[in-house]
């Protein structure tokens, strides 16, 4: 898995950073959580996510009906956040 700091947010705009400082846009909205992603939160993506970047994405619970059962901590539509000192588990939802 690829770690990405969140750069700068401005709603659903994110801009994310590597360990080799490149940077990378992507708008992404976010379901079932209390709080939004913020500066410095890291997400753990698998490496196909990076291609993903001219898409509008939306996470959600790992545990909700919408979106395909993640089957492998490897699966492309799985992000982990690691927020507040915890690791939480989203999936990608379609439609």
Do not use: A, C, W
């Amino acid at each position: 898995m690829i770690k990405l700091i969140v750069d700068s947010v401005d709603r659903y705009h994110y801009v994310l950073r590597d360990k080799d400082n490149n940077k990378y846009k992507f708008d992404i909205e976010f379901h079932d959580l209390d709080k939004d992603p913020e500066v410095e939160d890291v997400f753990f993506v698998n490496d196909n996510f990076l291609r993903l970047r001219n898409t509008f994405l939306s996470y959600g619970s790992i545990d909700e009906r919408y979106g395909r059962k993640i089957k492998s901590s490897k699966d492309e539509d799985l992000l982990v956040l690691f927020h507040d000192g915890e690791n939480i588990y989203l999936k990608r939802f379609y439609g």
